[in-house]
């Protein structure tokens, strides 16, 4: 059946939540290194749909589900609850439609399909501002809202944010209930630290972090590129990616990464 039946079920969904699993599973993927974080999430969600999509039987093909969840079985892998005080789950959080509430659902999706009851720490990297305007407080605040209230139901236990200068995180700072734990800076737009920032995340225990994702780390015209060559003949411009989450579950004592996945939500356009 494979990609005639992936295309048809997609065809009839309103929402695809694909989840790539632990990475270290892939053996595919570990041979490889993508050349960028962008390479690499192009790799899973190809290798994903098209492994998913070889798997579809005459039966499912029937179907009409409005979430239609794709992942590869072998791929997928829960955390020992007797082991999870030994591990960190950490995550960051990419919007790409402007839509805060999605937050709430990447947490819940996160949560379920590592088995825990919450994440250890969240960076939230908003949708990209549009040129010429720059990133703003008012821009920051329904999203840091949704994430509050996910610390304050214990979904998460510590919040930061990505790409913040000195003046914009000592405005959330100020403004926010939950202070960030974290700023995440990129290491392309600059190979030091700006010193008015080291100062001010020293002074208020924020932990600055280094990064090297582009500002899009999945773009709806990307997306639907993807999807076009891994399911033959789709109308993949009627899909719009809505968030990626990209977790990583790590060692305490030893630093290592014990696993590491994407998780996708896109919807439909009916129209």
Not at 35 to 58: M, N, Y
Not at 168 to 185: D, F, G, H, I, R
Not at 244 to 265: N, T
Request: proline share 4%; hydrophobic share 40%.
């Amino acid at each position: 059946m494979g990609t005639e039946g992936a295309r048809g079920l997609l065809e009839r969904a309103g929402t695809l939540t694909l989840q790539t699993g632990n990475l270290l599973n892939w053996g595919c993927l570990r041979k490889k290194c993508p050349a960028t974080p962008g390479e690499e999430v192009r790799d899973c969600i190809q290798k994903t749909l098209t492994e998913w999509s070889s798997k579809i039987s005459q039966d499912q093909n029937q179907e009409t589900l409005e979430v239609l969840e794709c992942s590869v079985a072998q791929a997928l892998e829960k955390i020992n609850p007797e082991e999870r005080d030994e591990l960190k789950v950490s995550a960051k959080l990419f919007i790409v439609g402007s839509n805060s509430s999605s937050i709430r659902d990447a947490v819940d999706l996160a949560c379920s399909a590592l088995g825990v009851a919450q994440l250890d720490s969240v960076i939230i990297a908003p949708p990209p501002v549009e040129d010429g305007t720059n990133l703003s407080l008012e821009y920051l605040q329904p999203y840091w809202k949704e994430l509050e209230n996910l610390v304050q139901n214990k979904k998460i236990v510590a919040i930061g944010a990505s790409d913040l200068d000195k003046t914009l995180l000592e405005q959330l700072y100020l403004w926010a209930q939950v202070k960030p734990s974290s700023n995440q800076v990129n290491l392309a737009s600059c190979c030091v630290m700006p010193p008015d920032l080291t100062a001010f995340a020293k002074e208020c225990d924020i932990q600055l972090l280094t990064h090297n994702d582009p500002k899009e780390l999945l773009c709806e015209a990307s997306f639907q590129e993807v999807l076009q060559e891994s399911i033959q003949n789709m109308k993949a411009n009627k899909w719009t990616p809505l968030w990626l989450l990209r977790y990583s579950v790590i060692v305490k004592s030893r630093g290592i990464i014990k696993s590491k996945g994407y998780i996708i939500q896109a919807k439909r356009n009916a129209s």
